[in-house]
């Protein structure tokens, strides 16, 4: 199966921006969707964001305005720009595809955003 690496994260003031990496082993072509995850401690793991082949994407109403997917086909990335970042946006951020979410060999070790106010 294709690997997919997350990068990118770290420590930020609130109004801060960050731009998180999803590397993929492979072509992510392969799959239909492609999504950004997150998970705060005690909380449910959250769809943030999704693209398509086509390049559509939705957006977690959280997050509406001020994230942004996209994906490089070429270097088969896909990434998240986050801006005005929030304290609420801490969590551990994940890229995966709703196909392969069920699985747990699917999940890697994420990226941790930190926001401080």
């Known amino acids: 199966q294709v690997q997919l690496v997350e990068s990118g994260g770290g420590l930020v003031q609130a109004g801060g921006s960050l731009r998180l990496s999803c590397a993929a082993s492979?072509?992510?072509?392969?799959?239909?969707?492609l999504g950004w995850y997150r998970q705060a401690p005690g909380k449910q793991r959250e769809l943030v964001a999704t693209i398509n082949r086509g390049g559509k994407t939705t957006y977690a109403n959280s997050v509406k305005g001020r994230f942004t997917i996209s994906r490089d086909n070429a270097n088969n990335t896909i990434y998240l720009q986050m801006n005005s970042l929030k304290p609420d946006d801490t969590a551990v951020y994940y890229c995966?595809?709703?196909?392969?979410?069920?699985?747990?060999?699917?999940w890697g070790q994420g990226t941790q955003v930190t926001v401080s106010s």
């Open positions: 492979g072509s992510i072509l392969s799959f239909d969707f």
């Open positions: 995966n595809s709703p196909r392969d979410a069920v699985y747990l060999d699917s």
